[in-house]
């Protein structure tokens, strides 16, 4: 649990916790399904619905409470969790674990995923708001939020405009929610919970 917490946020690499551990790979997959089962973890799947054979397909590490990664990782005061090394991580996996509660709570299954491409386009977060209808998201831990920082989600527009893809959004520490642009709103965190509800409710 130690070396997951170390890696939130990122995709799993199965080969390298057996070779960290000095225990197979179909092993480590049964300690995986112990976590998820208990609540403890949560994979999120990649997105590669008819997108081509350029995306990684591994899950990406999350934690469904923020609290055993500070814990684990020896986080234990509020400089070193917002200006430590995993900062970045620890604010995407907060975002990525408030998100699946809300599906959970509402008794079902969390209709989210992340998109990785081998030319270097990443989107941090879509969900799924219909069949072929997408919503990205991007985290950012930042109080200044910027244009740029959703360049990834306008490549993904271009690249794909076969599919229905909704406003994307780029949740940040920012204290009020702003467009950035006519595609793109810079979204506070408890806006970005009332969106990810919306979408549920209407899915």
């Not at 949560?42 to 997105?47: D, E, G, K, Q």
């Not at 409470?65 to 684990?72: A, E, H, K, Q, T």
């Not at 997408?134 to 930042?142: F, N, R, T």
């Amino acid at each position: 649990m130690q070396l997951l917490a170390g890696r939130c946020a990122q995709v799993l690499n199965l080969s390298e916790f057996a070779k960290d551990l000095g225990v197979s790979v179909p092993t480590i997959k049964n300690w995986l399904s112990v976590l998820e089962a208990s609540r403890i973890i949560y994979l999120l799947p990649p997105y590669y619905n008819n997108l081509g054979k350029r995306i990684i397909k591994s899950p990406k590490i999350y934690f469904t409470d923020i609290g055993i990664v500070c814990y684990l990782t020896g986080i234990r005061d509020k400089t070193h969790l917002l200006q430590g090394p995993m900062a970045g991580a620890l604010f995407e996996n907060f975002c990525v674990q408030e998100a699946i509660k809300i599906f959970f709570n509402q008794g079902q299954s969390p209709r989210i995923y992340y998109l990785r491409m081998g030319n270097n386009l990443e989107i941090d977060l879509l969900i799924e708001a219909s069949a072929r209808s997408l919503i990205p998201v991007e985290i950012k831990l930042s109080k200044t939020p910027s244009i740029g920082m959703g360049l990834n989600i306008s490549r993904f527009r271009n690249l794909f405009s076969a599919f229905d893809i909704k406003k994307g959004f780029i949740v940040s520490l920012a204290e009020q929610t702003i467009p950035l642009s006519r595609e793109l709103t810079a979204i506070t965190f408890d806006d970005y919970l009332k969106e990810v509800a919306k979408v549920n409710l209407t899915y």
